[in-house]
């Protein structure tokens, strides 16, 4: 034994000072070693759609319906198993409605209350006690654990729990009660939750969305290209900050950033309505909800022209000062020719359809006018002084990341980049060339700098690389050769407009490009699966989200109602279990209002897409790993303690 190895012993001896706790420790760790494989849930490009984002995390992707089925087969009806359901999803709002229209009060709180037992004991039976114990709700712990717990030494079981539930409705304990039964359900359902990507943008809610993830018990996220942007603007990166912005303001969405996030934008509308009071904007419609407010039409539509403008103009500037990143293509606004209404593509001549920039010098066209000037710095100080927005984002850098690897999973959001040959794309990034895992890690390695480093020239090129990885061919989170904004406003002809996929897409049913990923970042191709986000799934074409035999998953199938009427679904999600890996095809949501009232519930189509033939237990996971190397060295310290190198402690 060398001295690291002592040294290492004699600090786990302060925790296990005896032989006796020591062997306990490896019992306890051994048993949990047995217990089966606690459930994952995946879910991907959430892009802002908080209700059915908050019912599919309730139900669990229909993991809570097939307990309920599991537990009480045909001996409740089907209305009774959905009014059960709807309860569990969201228990203080159907309470709210049960308390008031219950004839039998007391009656309807007995045989919930039993019922809702009952599922806790199903849900609970495949952890240890340590770990349910810690999951039970404060207030109610002691008699959670009495009822959920078998009580071999009591002779009359039925009696004994009855008298219990009896004395919780009888003090008027029996509300608070249900909505604790609930919440432990819930969470002990999904021991971990995979977010695959793209919080933010499109829809109205991705703040109620991150505050959600922030309450959840047990959760990671991949970034995607849409979270990253996000992230760029709350470091302060002004390309990202107008990205944003516009993003907001083309999907109707503004108030999220002034009433969800409080950032103040009156310097912008202002700004907009004096600069384009008299500019034609008619290309910068807004693509607006049942919700949105009409009367903002003609502001949001300049304020939309506006940022668009000062984007373009500050990517420009972004892609100058960086000739490494090799987005020269993206420089468009100094190829415009004012005089004959046209802008050079790729060589070639096309008319535009706008040439009313008030604001673009042709003789310096990434210049930011005065008044420009003047908004940029006020959204700059607005973005990164706004604390729940860097509390967010603080959140995504503590628990994201651009890739993980978790249970023989590789998940990402985009694509591992590859050249045309269908090898790992070299890419440059301040000079130095990186591929595969290795430029996923220097990416992120960077993009943590733009938000945290106290250094500016590293904070500066942090930021850069934000905006990089949210638009650039080589960004694994992009994956596409060019983003085609520009021309999508400016150019009818819609051969500027495709936006060509990374070669990456093209193989992803060819195993030996998967196999090579795989391995790329240390995996079996044997055992283990790629889970994909960003690419919606166009399900009525007859796309499958299944690619390589099962090796690859792609579940964006269309969360975000923008994408609904190209995917004809409204997404996938994925359940990872001890009996295999379930995927789940969801139709559209109605509204969290029908789905209480009216107990409706989000139909999916679940089918199974890898069985275990050997139900999967802790052992095979990766805590399987960490709990078998404790218990290695719990072991030595065992032998330390006998033969004396270290002496137990009474």
């Known amino acids: 034994m060398n001295d690291l190895e002592l040294t290492y012993l004699k600090i786990l001896a302060e925790q296990y000072p ?27 490009d959430i892009h802002g759609e908080y209700e059915q984002f908050i019912h599919v995390l309730n139900n669990g992707s229909g993991s809570i ?6 537990e009480f087969g045909n001996t409740l009806s089907i209305k009774d198993k959905k009014s059960l359901a709807t309860l569990i999803y969201y228990p203080k709002e159907k309470l709210q409605i049960i308390e008031k229209s219950e004839d039998n009060l007391k009656d309807w709180y007995k045989i919930t209350l039993h ?16 770990k349910v114990r810690k999951a039970l709700p404060k207030d109610f712990a002691y008699v959670i654990e009495e009822l959920i717990t078998e009580k071999v030494e009591v002779e009359d079981k039925e009696a004994y729990y009855n008298e219990i539930i009896h004395t919780i409705i009888r ?16 969470t002990l359902v999904i021991d971990h939750l995979h977010i695959i990507g793209d919080v933010f943008d499109r829809g109205p809610g991705p703040h109620i969305v991150m505050d959600t993830l922030k309450n959840y018990h047990s959760v990671d996220i991949e970034w995607g290209n849409h979270d990253v942007v996000w992230m760029g603007a709350a470091a302060g990166s002004p390309a990202c900050i107008a990205t944003v912005l516009r993003i907001a303001a083309r999907y109707g969405s503004l108030d999220t950033l002034e009433e969800g996030y409080g950032i103040n934008l009156v310097p912008l509308a202002t700004f907009a309505l004096n600069t384009y009071q008299n500019v034609n904007c008619e ?28 984007q373009f103009k500050l990517e420009g500037q972004c892609i100058r000062r960086n000739p490494s990143f090799g987005m020269d293509d993206r420089l468009l606004l100094d190829k415009i020719d004012f005089e ?25 066209p990434y210049a930011l006018s005065a008044e420009e000037e003047a908004v940029v710095e006020r959204l700059v100080h607005a973005f990164t002084n706004c604390e729940k927005l860097k509390s967010h984002v603080r959140f995504l850098y503590a628990k994201g990341s651009l890739y993980k690897v978790y249970n023989s999973n590789l998940l ?40 945290y480093s106290s250094e500016p020239e590293e904070k500066r090129k942090g930021q850069d690389i934000l905006y990089y990885i949210w638009s650039s061919p080589n960004s694994p989170v992009f994956g596409k050769e060019k983003m085609a904004t520009f021309e ?13 996929k990374n070669k990456y897409y093209e193989l992803l049913d060819d195993e030996e490009t998967i196999t090579r990923i795989l391995r790329e970042f240390g995996l079996d191709e044997r055992f283990s699966h790629i889970i994909n986000g960003h690419v919606p799934v166009e399900q009525k074409k007859g796309e499958s989200p299944i690619k390589c035999g099962g090796k690859l998953m792609i579940i964006d199938g269309g969360f975000s109602k923008a994408y609904q009427s190209k995917t004809g679904i409204a997404g996938y999600t994925l359940v990872f279990n001890s009996h295999g890996l379930w995927l789940a095809a969801h139709e559209p949501f109605e509204s969290r209002e029908s789905a209480i009232l009216n107990e409706t519930d989000i139909y999916s189509d679940a089918f199974i897409v890898e069985t275990s033939s050997i139900r999967l237990r802790v052992a095979d996971t990766d805590t399987g790993y960490e709990i078998r190397d404790q218990i290695s060295q719990l072991e030595k310290l065992l032998a330390a303690y006998r033969d004396g190198t270290i002496a137990e402690k009474e």
């Not at 020591?22 to 459930?39: F, M, R, V």
């Not at 319906?65 to 599991?70: G, L, S």
């Not at 019922?115 to 340590?130: D, E, G, M």
């Open 18 to 44: 005896t032989i006796a706790s020591a062997s306990t420790e490896i019992i306890n760790l051994q048993s949990i070693l047995n217990l089966p494989k606690p459930t994952e849930h995946f879910m991907t």
């Open 283 to 310: 290309l910068f419609q807004i693509s607006y909800n049942k919700n949105y407010n009409m009367k903002d039409l003609e502001l949001d539509t300049k304020i939309h022209k506006a940022i668009s403008v000062i």
């Open 488 to 500: 999508r406003y400016f150019v009818a002809d819609k051969e500027t407009h495709k936006e060509k």
């Open 65 to 70: 319906k097939r307990k309920i089925d599991e």
């Open 115 to 130: 019922r809702l037992v009952q599922i806790t004991k199903r849900v609970a039976s495949k952890y240890t006690r340590s």
């Open 340 to 364: 004959k209404g046209t802008v050079m593509i790729d060589g070639k001549a096309y008319p535009m359809l706008d040439t009313e920039l008030p604001t673009v010098d042709p003789k310096d």
């Open 171 to 186: 003090i008027e304990r029996a509300s608070e009660f249900i909505i604790a039964l609930c919440d432990l359900i819930r």
């Open 412 to 451: 990402y959001h985009g694509c591992v980049p590859l050249d045309e040959e269908g090898n790992f794309r070299k890419v440059n990034i301040f000079g130095t060339e990186y591929s595969g895992k290795a430029l996923y890690d220097v990416l992120e390695s960077y993009a943590r700098r733009g938000f």
